[in-house]
């Protein structure tokens, strides 16, 4: 197990709505990565986090927007739900300036968008 | 183009069967180069790193060819648990680009 959690593991909401998913990252980890895959796609970047503030972001709009604690966990909130949003989110967290940089996945968000 | 593409598969091989995965990226500045797998209904796990020198993990061979900038994973002897998505991920700065991946089925 990587020590990343993510809750809830699934969810399901209504156009319009707004979601908010969290993220607890492994143990001296202090980045966060959040992602969105669709079914039968690869993950896609949505933004990082780097000590509380945000330091990359993908194609999203603004309506998806983020926050990390000051013990590096994270939240990802959606407002305005639409369709396409329906998809398994994925957050990450890694330890930025080690020799690998590697980094490791929580279990995932399932989220339909009815 | 995208910014990382790999084999279109599926991949369907018999148990024992040598397979092959390949990889290219768009971005000449790219950093670091890892290849995931990933389960059904599962999250990606790190696989391997990607070196410069290429790198062999057991039955597992990746493969760095910058100049091209191509990636490669090589599975020997393949095994019934090696069946998943096969997902190539480069680092650019500071954002992780996963290519769509590579479905694997080894067949008994």
């Known amino acids: 197990e990587t020590g990343v959690t993510q809750s809830p593991t699934h969810l399901i909401k209504t156009r319009g709505q707004q979601v908010t998913l969290r993220c607890s990252s492994q143990?001296?980890?202090?980045?966060v990565s959040w992602y969105q895959q669709a079914l039968g796609q690869g993950p896609q970047f949505i933004f990082q986090y780097y000590r509380e503030e945000e330091n990359g972001r993908g194609n999203f709009p603004p309506r998806f927007s983020g926050l990390q604690f000051p013990n590096y966990s994270s939240e990802l909130n959606v407002n305005a739900l639409e369709l396409d949003d329906s998809a398994l989110y994925l957050c990450?967290?890694?330890?930025?300036?080690?020799?690998?940089?590697?980094?490791?996945f929580g279990p995932g968000t399932r989220l339909t968008v009815l | 183009r995208k910014e990382v593409e790999q084999d279109p598969g599926p991949f369907n091989v018999p148990e024992g069967a040598t397979v092959a995965f390949n990889c290219t990226y768009s971005?000449?500045?790219?950093?670091?180069f890892f290849w995931y797998r990933q389960d059904c209904r599962k999250e990606p796990k790190l696989l391997m790193s990607?070196?410069?020198s290429g790198n062999e993990d057991g039955r597992f061979t990746a493969q760095l060819n910058r100049a091209s900038q191509y990636i490669s994973l090589l599975i020997r002897d393949s095994k019934l648990s090696d069946s998943a998505t096969y997902l190539c991920v480069v680092l650019y700065g500071q954002n992780f680009v996963f290519g769509p991946g590579t479905r694997l089925s080894v067949l008994p």
């Open positions: 990450a967290s890694r330890r930025t300036g080690t020799v690998a940089d590697t980094q490791y």
């Open positions: 990607v070196y410069s």
């Open positions: 971005n000449s500045a790219s950093q670091s």
């Open positions: 143990s001296g980890h202090n980045t």
